[in-house]
């Protein structure tokens, strides 16, 4: 069936993001219902996202592995490294150079070629950043655990690129017969890993220089996103890594101007939601599940799952160890480290290429290792979301990287309600109003009829115009019905808080009364704006914990 690309787009990102409600019923991320609806809708079986549409959203996947690579920049503050960096760099040195080490022996002990379990280890050793990072953020996780998976992710690739630079020559040598020199091997990874950088601190600056410029906060998406882009394409151009140079971006700006570059990174991250949704639909239609039952594929893809989760985990153990690092990490991060995409099967095929040009056997080679990458992928895709929510809500990082605004949306009016105020009966006399008020600190008063309904509001201001105005003698005749000033809004005890926020900003009114039904006004409490900022401010530094 061929459908055309609007309704495929619009049933990929609403099956995807219904999918992702019903999955989180069960505690499983939501990344993996993303990657279902693509593997139900591609290659493995309706085949809807044909192999040549997806090819045609090449460019929309680029951008949104820029658009995770900026975003992983975004969480690395420098003060990460002064404070952390001695274990992060012990970790990545350990987990990719023990999990090349690792892999590279069980696949030579299975095959009994050396070049090709080197190719393995090389490809191992990758991290795929996207399905972790997804994770972090479904759940917003904070703590020592998150910092060091974002900084880890972002930066095992760049010795990944050296490992397969390496791995890619001493192929070429033993299957040649050719000598290459060591340099030689590292000098293309070095030159992508330098220009990379090089795009990526360009980017930074010019978006920073735009920000001088530009104060329209109504701009700031489409110069952020524009200028991303803009590295996006020339990386890809370039053919060099458009994550490392997007990360780059992200990790200058967020340094070099923390508070003025919060207002792109919010605004890059509401408009990425539907684009990851498509992202991760897109990753699923391109696995092919045939490809593990293959003839001469699945144990070798066995032994490369088995011996790569091994490495990664025992790497980021050993790590943990020698570089001194928080409990959390040194028994959890192993475990965030599975998910495999982009990076990895951009070499496989790079491999292949390689490969290809040097005979029958090698081309049989090149072939054999996308099959495996491909097909294990597809694995790792489904296992890896799962432990790394398995991981923060075992580190107790989960539902920690929290600000005011996600406090507001997770609480109603009546959990913020303050019960404990000055009630007056509507039937009090003047002279016993004015005795409340002398031993209340409140600023306004309730009256409420023999019901306990709300009539109105006295506030200090109406009571001194009354005493002004009255005689003496009258003090007996007039009551708090008498004064009271009706409320101009009310709010029920249900709504939630975000809505009385609303109309405090709206209104720049200071309090409202709530109340249980709007028709009755049977009276609940009030809630006063200054009291309810303060609330929701210690809640996030509660919530947040230590990091």
Same mark, same amino acid.
């Given at each position: ?138 759940? /917003?996780? #904070? ?6 998976? &974002?900084? !880890?992710?972002? *930066?095992?690739?760049? $010795? @990944? ?53 530009? /104060?329209? #906060? ?6 952020? &996103?524009? !200028?991303?882009? *803009?590295?996006?394409? $020339? @990386? ?312």
């Amino acid at each position: 069936m061929d459908l055309e690309i609007l309704l495929l787009i619009g049933s990929s990102m609403f099956l995807g993001t219904l999918f992702s409600k019903i999955f989180s019923r069960f505690n499983i991320p939501q990344v993996i219902s993303y990657v279902f609806i693509g593997l139900i809708m591609g290659n493995s079986f309706l085949q809807l996202w044909s192999a040549e549409k997806i090819e045609a959203f090449t460019p929309f996947v680029n951008l949104a592995l820029g658009i995770i690579g900026f975003m992983i920049g975004a969480e690395l503050k420098m003060e990460i490294f002064k404070n952390r960096g001695r274990s992060i760099y012990s970790i990545l040195f350990c987990e990719v150079f023990v999990t090349f080490a690792v892999v590279s022996f069980f696949i030579i002990l299975i095959t009994k070629k050396v070049y090709l379990g080197v190719l393995f280890g090389a490809l191992a050793s990758a991290t795929a950043p996207a399905a972790t990072v997804d994770v972090l953020w479904e759940n /917003k996780a #904070r703590g020592p655990l998150t910092t060091t998976i &974002l900084a !880890i992710v972002a *930066l095992d690739d760049v $010795l @990944a690129l050296l490992l397969y630079g390496f791995a890619s020559v001493f192929a070429k040598t033993m299957i040649t017969q050719e000598h290459v020199s060591f340099l030689h091997a590292l000098e293309m990874p070095l030159i992508e890993i330098g220009s990379s950088i090089g795009l990526g601190v360009a980017g930074a600056y010019l978006l920073y220089w735009v920000m001088q410029i530009i /104060k329209d #906060r109504e701009r700031i998406l489409p110069f952020s &996103l524009g !200028i991303l882009c *803009l590295i996006v394409g $020339l @990386a890809t151009q370039w053919k060099i890594d458009l994550i490392l140079s997007s990360m780059i971006m992200g990790f200058i700006l967020t340094n070099l101007s923390p508070s003025e570059s919060k207002g792109v990174f919010e605004a890059i991250k509401r408009f990425s939601t539907p684009i990851y949704v498509l992202f991760f639909v897109l990753v699923g239609a391109r696995l092919d599940v045939r490809l593990m039952f293959a003839s001469g594929i699945s144990v070798i893809a066995f032994v490369y799952v088995l011996s790569r989760s091994f490495g990664k985990m025992s790497g980021s153990i050993l790590g943990g160890f020698i570089g001194g690092a928080h409990e959390s990490v040194t028994k959890y991060l192993g475990l965030c480290l599975f998910s495999q995409a982009g990076v990895a099967i951009g070499m496989a095929i790079s491999i292949h290429q390689n490969l290809s040009h040097m005979g029958a056997e090698a081309s049989q080679i090149g072939l054999l290792i996308i099959n495996v990458i491909v097909g294990t992928t597809f694995i790792v895709q489904l296992i890896g979301p799962i432990c790394v929510r398995f991981a923060i809500f075992k580190a107790k990082e989960a539902g920690r990287d929290v600000n005011e605004d996600d406090v507001i949306d997770s609480l109603k009016v009546s959990d913020v309600l303050d019960e404990d105020i000055p009630l007056i009966k509507e039937s009090v006399h003047l002279d016993e109003m004015v005795d409340l008020v002398k031993k209340s600190e409140s600023a306004e008063f309730c009256v409420l009829n023999e019901k306990g309904s709300l009539l109105g509001i006295i506030s200090i201001g109406d009571l001194r115009e009354v005493l002004r105005e009255q005689e003496l003698e009258l003090d007996t005749l007039i009551l708090a019905k008498d004064i009271a000033v009706p409320p101009s809004r009310v709010i029920l005890g249900q709504k939630m808080l975000r809505s009385a926020i609303e109309i405090f900003q709206r209104t720049g009114i200071e309090y409202l009364p709530v109340v249980k039904d709007e028709e009755t006004k049977e009276f609940v409490g009030m809630v006063h704006y200054k009291v309810i900022m303060e609330k929701v401010q210690k809640e996030v530094i509660t919530r947040r914990g230590t990091s």
